[in-house]
């Protein structure tokens, strides 16, 4: 029985293997065209990943040069290998990133090797038989301190890397001592071998199609608010729309895009670390206020956790009744439009780095929507509706007037942003113009999320105080949108 | 008056300037003790960093023997320095990070040892002339490639620092070959200082006072889901006495807690990555399911965007008047209380590692409560009552019925992770003493947060089908809870 049941395993083992072998080709053909399309989607998603590969493989064939050249080799030797080693750990992908690490690898090298130095003549102060050991109680002091450091907030944001190279420089440089009594030429040798290499790098990814953290950053933020704007400004229709149990055939993802801002805090906190490195570059001066973006960034955060709630009402089981829709649709479509409207004029503002007074009328006319719904809710009208059929619509109302304050409150940060940044202010006699150039750039990125075609219904009347001077230049800029979106 | 005032601004700097004199030892001093407070607290939060930093301390000091012993010199010869920067580079604070790096770094080299050789062989091959060339153009293509790949976001997760070692080592080897012809020598002994410095890493970090990652992870979300539920457990009472106009002077940390829990995500990930290169330790076997607390992380993350919105409410301007607080605050408070203390119960769960069963009672409870809720709003009670004071309350008895949603979404993830994993099951015979020594542990954790006495009643009879067998545990341990939260 079991030598049957073993040799029956051992033939189904046979054909399985055979099989195998068989599908091998085909399973590898598919493999390799995926790995293909994968490779191909990488380099079109963001083609600057190609000319940053290109530029490290650039600047390292250059460094390398050293090992070729007889006058250049002559000068360091082996320790020209420091160059190669420093090109490869200190390009990153932005200026400014790679300017920090540049800078970091530079001084660190410079103070631990000045300390190696010194630490070495201690040591060889006290004979033989104690240099060793002061040496091992001087690198395992120094290492222990630095690496406590490294756990500082502060330190670890701007400095970790520094911090590592402090720990191996004066490592190397104090021990090497020891066997080799050149050390001050070691040290020096390692110092500019690691200048040029740093320089290289800085040089290259300065010139040669600079990648900018710091634009990065601002159209991160830009990106982002925009976003909730996409999703506001097509909420009211959708949720109404499924309400009224219509099942809209469109492309729905313009309701997703808000999701990646939930989890955005790292990449912005580190892209203002790097921007922070850079030099002016472009519209952004040297001291740009980078860390004001950080807040917009927290600002429009919290706003996407209200989008998410609401989202959460879109897919929710119990939807309001269509009876209470009816009542509530029209002002809460409106706020969402308007407050939608708000966020992408905002985006737009810091996109092309202008005042963002155009967005004060749809935020004002959000609030006058907002007052609506509430005026709606005191009225006698609810008396012979069931409270449980009205619950989700109020949810819906009630997180949506939140949104509003939120979207006034990403307003304001912007307001600072724009003062501090010293952003241009739209003239009113100018801002048709401006603006409306500026409105195609915004209607470019929101095709590609494709808007449903919303019937804005801007109801001018319900304004408390109407923008008197400044209302064309929003005027303006709504027709065009309302033809184009 | 220009002179005048140019002479005023000059004495005026001078004045400063003393007066910043003279404050500058006061500051000094200030600066010092400010200093060693940040260090102390540093160090007394997680007094693992300590040790890690004596860990890294004595594993350079370890190293650096191979200067100091005459016949471990001869052996290397200069190269001993690889030794060195392996420690410095590759020792991180848990030992999934450092065996992480430490096989990659391992693996890299050795790769690119193989092909380094490889290519200076063929690069021999072509002549004086053409070696620096056809030198030169591999570093380049390779350099290209490598980097383009370490863009993958799943190779750049583990395998990143490998790519980069892997540039470093097939440029330094296939380009050092130019100038020396003994590479095969260069590559072994770069191969092996490697290898002492990495294992001489791996070592001390497993098995001085090990951090693990895998550890870290399980307690984080454990943790996590426990903030979650003292804020829930903490919320329906303040909200109440709020609504009543009554300021309570208790600490409000619990309040705040969960705040942190919003922007896990990437430590999450990151400690998932470094737990997958860990070997098994204590309760947690090689393969261990970690990818599984990554599914209960995100749905505690989104569980938390709820408790985002609830604090909204708490801090809105407008809150449920008194008359509407008094006929939902009954349900609403116990469907807080009691999905706060489901929460709770499956972090015990996770903590412990047993099958969270203890939790479903609670969960049934607060389903029954939410039922409750929506019978209560469908009374006829409402009629006299305007509809926009009913709105923050309603808008919060919403928030609630969907953070039970929730609730029972993050109890099943645990249950799908506690059957992979094999947690032990609660017999229920034996439950009542397991659960009560468990039940301590989590009051003691529970006790930092200071939760305010709030009075539980627990409202059997409203279970539509109470657990008959199971149910001697949870009574036991709400008695336990009762007496000491």
Redesign the interface.
């Known amino acids: 029985m079991e030598v049957g049941s073993g040799s029956g395993d051992k033939a189904g083992f046979f054909t399985q293997g055979r099989w195998w072998l068989k599908a091998l080709p085909a399973k590898f053909k598919a493999n390799m065209v995926a790995m293909v399309r994968?490779?191909k989607k990488?380099?079109q998603d963001d083609p600057r990943?190609?000319i940053?590969?290109?530029k490290?493989?650039?600047a390292?064939?250059l460094v390398?040069m050293f090992?070729?050249c007889q006058p250049l080799?002559s000068n360091f030797g082996?320790t020209a290998?420091w160059a190669?080693?420093t090109v490869?750990?200190v390009f990153e992908f932005s200026v400014g990133a790679t300017l920090g690490k540049g800078l970091n690898r530079g001084m660190a090298t410079l103070m631990a090797g000045g300390l190696g130095v010194g630490a070495h003549h201690l040591a060889n102060l006290s004979g033989h038989i104690g240099e060793?050991i002061l040496?091992?109680f001087f690198?395992?002091?120094q290492?222990?301190?630095s690496?406590?450091l490294r756990?500082?907030p502060k330190i670890k944001s701007r400095y970790d890397y520094g911090m590592?190279i402090f720990?191996?420089t004066f490592?190397?440089i104090s021990?090497?001592g020891?066997?080799d009594d050149e050390i001050l030429e070691f040290a020096h040798k390692r110092l500019s071998t690691i200048s040029i290499g740093g320089s290289a790098c800085v040089i290259i990814s300065t010139v040669v199609c600079p990648v900018w953290a710091g634009e990065d950053l601002h159209n991160l933020i830009a990106l982002n608010i925009e976003k909730l704007g996409n999703f506001l400004e097509g909420f009211g229709d959708e949720y109404f729309k499924r309400t009224g149990g219509e099942e809209s055939k469109d492309d729905k993802k313009f309701l997703e895009g808000y999701k990646s801002v939930?989890?955005s805090?790292?990449s912005e906190e580190s892209l203002a670390n790097f921007a922070a490195w850079e030099p002016g570059h472009g519209r952004f001066p040297f001291r740009h206020p980078w860390k004001l973006y950080l807040k917009v960034g927290t600002l429009a955060r919290?706003c996407a956790?209200?989008i998410?709630?609401l989202n959460?009402c879109l897919n929710?089981d119990i939807q309001a009744s269509s009876e209470v829709g009816s009542i509530i649709q029209e002002a809460c479509t409106n706020l969402s439009i308007e407050s939608g409207k708000a966020l992408k004029e905002l985006a737009l503002a810091i996109k092309i780095m202008v005042q963002p007074s155009s967005a004060d009328s749809h935020i004002e006319n959000a609030k006058s929507a907002a007052k609506n719904i509430?005026s709606l809710?005191?009225s006698g009208i609810?008396?012979d509706i069931?409270?449980?059929k009205?619950?989700?619509g109020?949810?819906v109302?009630?997180?949506l007037i939140?949104v509003v304050t939120y979207t006034e409150k990403i307003s304001e940060s912007i307001y600072e942003l724009a003062s501090k940044a010293q952003f241009k202010s739209v003239e009113p006699t100018l801002s048709p113009k401006k603006l409306h150039s500026g409105q195609n750039q915004s209607v470019k990125s929101a095709q590609i999320v494709n808007c449903p075609d919303v019937g804005i219904n801007v109801r001018e009347s319900t304004l408390p105080s109407p923008p008197s001077e400044n209302s064309s230049a929003p005027k303006a800029s709504k027709q065009s949108m309302g033809v184009q979106i």
Request: net charge positive.
């Open positions: 994968n490779i990488l380099g990943r190609v940053h590969s290109l490290v493989g650039l390292l064939t390398s090992y070729y080799y082996v290998m190669i080693m490869v750990v060793p040496l091992g690198v395992f002091l290492a222990t301190i690496t406590f756990f500082f590592l720990i191996l490592s190397l021990v090497s020891y066997r939930l989890n805090k790292n919290e956790y209200r998410e709630a959460g929710a509430k809710l005191k609810w008396e069931d409270l449980l009205v619950i989700p109020v949810t109302a009630s997180i939140d």
